[in-house]
């Protein structure tokens, strides 16, 4: 079946240091696939998203690029902030099933 | 645009007693939302998915009969926990969906209801 795999949390990193987040699936056929984000105390965002292959998402200066090879959808930043602190969900959308398949999480803390 | 609200944001209530968690669509018709439950520091699990106008559907091991949902219209789902107990006790989150052509649904949250049975 559909699955999402993420690198565990937490990730602890100071202001400005480069971030990376790995995030793997399984699917059948052709999925979208998304970064959520989630704040202290909210709701789910979404962060950004890809709907083939080679697509590359990017929000706020978070990337991540579809790689049907490796069926992977790393989320990377270059200098992250301490606004950045927050949960980040993978998730894929299968085409022929409207349901959302959510990855662990992986918590991230930045510090000053 | 595409915002998604809940009422109430924190509900405690006490065991036995029943619960209602409203999701609203404030500015487009979602034909489909869909309730997730969410444990402290996991992932979202799916409970079902709410059609307008039929029954929901649920996940595997979701208790229909405890988790009664109804979308009753294009801007509103609603779900009651009935007769809550502790173990009820967890973060609730509805999504809403756009459907654009055939080939991408994109799904926007609510902001979530905390439930605490006491």
């Known amino acids: 079946g559909n699955s999402v795999t993420q690198m565990e949390g937490p990730v602890t990193l100071s202001e400005e240091a480069f971030l990376t987040i790995n995030c793997t699936y399984t699917a059948t056929g052709y999925p979208s696939l998304f970064w959520y984000v989630q704040y202290p105390g909210e709701g789910l965002q979404l962060l950004l998203k890809a709907t083939k292959a080679d697509d590359k998402g990017s929000n706020k200066g978070f990337e991540a690029t579809y790689r049907k090879e490796t069926t992977s959808f790393h989320l990377e930043k270059g200098s992250v902030q301490v606004s950045d602190s927050a949960v980040y969900f993978c998730a894929l959308l299968s085409g022929g099933y409207n349901k959302l398949i959510f990855g662990a999480g992986t918590r991230l803390a930045v510090h000053p | 645009g595409a915002v998604v609200s809940q009422h109430p944001s924190w509900v405690i209530c006490k065991s036995g007693t029943s619960v209602k968690i409203e999701c609203r669509s404030l500015?487009?018709?979602?034909?489909?939302m869909f309730w997730y439950r969410q444990f402290p520091k996991q992932s979202l699990m799916l409970m079902a998915t709410s059609n307008e106008g039929s029954k929901a559907t649920y996940e595997q091991g979701v208790e229909k009969d405890k988790f009664l949902i109804n979308h009753a219209s294009l801007t509103l789902s609603t779900l009651t926990v009935t007769s809550a107990h502790p173990e009820d006790s967890s973060f609730y989150i509805c999504?809403?969906?756009?459907?654009?052509?055939?080939?991408?649904?994109?799904?926007?949250f609510g902001p979530g209801t905390r439930l605490t049975v006491l």
């Open positions: 500015d487009f018709q979602a034909t489909t």
């Open positions: 999504s809403a969906e756009i459907r654009e052509g055939t080939s991408y649904n994109e799904q926007f």
